[in-house]
């Protein structure tokens, strides 16, 4: 299989969709949505379920045109291209394998319809087949194949056609953590090997941050927030994104000073900067919130200068880390969680302690009060 070569106009993007709105009767599933994926890049549409991820994939795969705007792949107008037209490769939920086809007939089936000469699909097929680790099962039909083995043919059918863009809807989410864990790793190597530009859709945060170059967040209709793993969970540009990608708290405070891009926030007796973001203009003394993931929270001695004060209510012991759970006694009884690696927080911060909490520098966004 070959890396994809970079289109002849030298546009760095692959699929673009401007302003793109989508009408269901009296739905509007896309508010003019504008969205640029760059070539061999790994772009996930991450949002609650109805937010409109799928009609955004379906609208790219031409499985139904848009109602305003326009959609360009490889630099060419596609609105009314049909499917089959398009260079396209699709792995969804179901992966819908032609059951009464051997493994080999299923991967082959979509270069037989662009009329590939027999000689090269065997080779393309072989190919494939070695990419997903199914070298050998040629001969076998789908039911004779694990979850996850029919979901390698899946991919291997989706990437024979050596497409220009690869499509994913919620692929994994019939398999079992474990397999859904080694699906992931294996689809972002293979991913990442061929170069295939890929559009994926999933409502799982983890997953979306785990997976991706940038990820796009959607709520009823728009993009809320287009940046890396990184920027979205670090900076997430408004509540809804703070509050459905990752844990966040929610810690009430007063804004203390305006400092050029950055802002700080008076929470208990702690002073917090973080950047300014939305808070640009606002006044000092007013109320803000601060989002904080908790493992920017930490546990102090009771007694000492800190952001709140509580007890410890709860314990989870989570493998790798142990979550915290701190009923605020010095505020309007919040309950904060506190994410600490190890295990040893389990004995030193025992149910029933009284403890002072502190918030790492640098790390929180802060939205004004609605
Ligand atoms: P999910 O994660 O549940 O699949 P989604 O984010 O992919 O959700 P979409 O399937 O894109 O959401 O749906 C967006 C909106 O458009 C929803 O309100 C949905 O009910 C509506 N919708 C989608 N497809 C159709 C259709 N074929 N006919 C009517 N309404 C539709």
Redesign the pocket.
């Given at each position: 299989m070959t890396k994809p070569a970079s289109a002849a106009s030298g546009d760095e993007i692959a699929v673009r969709f401007n302003a793109v709105t989508k009408r269901?009767?009296k739905?509007v599933?896309l508010h003019e949505v504008s969205l640029a994926v760059r070539r061999g890049e790994f772009m996930t549409l991450l949002?609650?379920?109805?937010?409109?991820?799928?009609?955004?994939l379906?609208l790219a795969a031409g499985f139904f045109s848009p109602d305003g705007g326009e959609i360009l792949i490889d630099g060419e107008r596609v609105n009314d291209l049909p499917t089959y037209r398009r260079e396209i490769g699709m792995m969804f939920q179901n992966y819908a394998l032609f059951p009464h086809m051997t493994v080999a007939a299923n991967v082959a089936y979509g270069l037989k319809v662009r009329h590939v000469d027999k000689h090269e699909i065997g080779r393309r097929v072989g190919e494939a087949l070695a990419l997903v680790k199914l070298t050998g099962m040629e001969d076998r039909k789908p039911r004779q194949l694990s979850g996850g083995q029919q979901q390698r043919v899946a991919l291997a059918r989706a990437l024979v056609i050596n497409p220009t863009v690869l499509l994913l809807d919620?692929p994994f989410s019939a398999l079992d953590k474990n397999l859904r864990g080694s699906m992931q790793v294996e689809l972002r190597e293979i991913q990442r090997k061929l170069g295939v530009t890929t559009i994926f859709?999933t409502?799982d945060q983890s997953e979306a941050l785990s997976l991706s170059d940038r990820l796009a967040v959607?709520s009823e209709?728009h993009i809320r927030q287009l940046g890396t793993p990184t920027e979205i969970y670090r900076r997430p540009c408004d509540r809804f994104v703070a509050s459905f990608v990752g844990d966040a708290n929610v810690l009430r405070g007063r804004l203390d000073r305006i400092d050029g891009t950055q802002v700080s926030v008076a929470i208990g007796a702690l002073r917090v900067s973080v950047p300014s973001g939305s808070l640009q203009g606002a006044q000092l003394s007013a109320p803000v919130d601060l989002y904080v993931r908790p493992e920017h929270l930490q546990l102090t001695e009771a007694g000492g200068p800190c952001a709140r004060s509580g007890t410890i209510v709860g314990q989870v012991y989570q493998g790798g880390h142990v979550d915290l759970f701190v009923e605020c006694t010095d505020s309007r009884s919040e309950r904060l969680l506190v994410r600490s690696a190890g295990y040893q927080a389990m004995t030193r911060w025992p149910v029933g302690a009284q403890v002072g909490i502190s918030i790492s520098a640098d790390e929180g966004v802060a939205f004004a009060i609605p």
């Open positions: 269901f009767g739905t599933a949002g609650p379920s109805g937010c409109g991820k799928t009609t955004l379906n919620e859709v409502h959607m209709g």
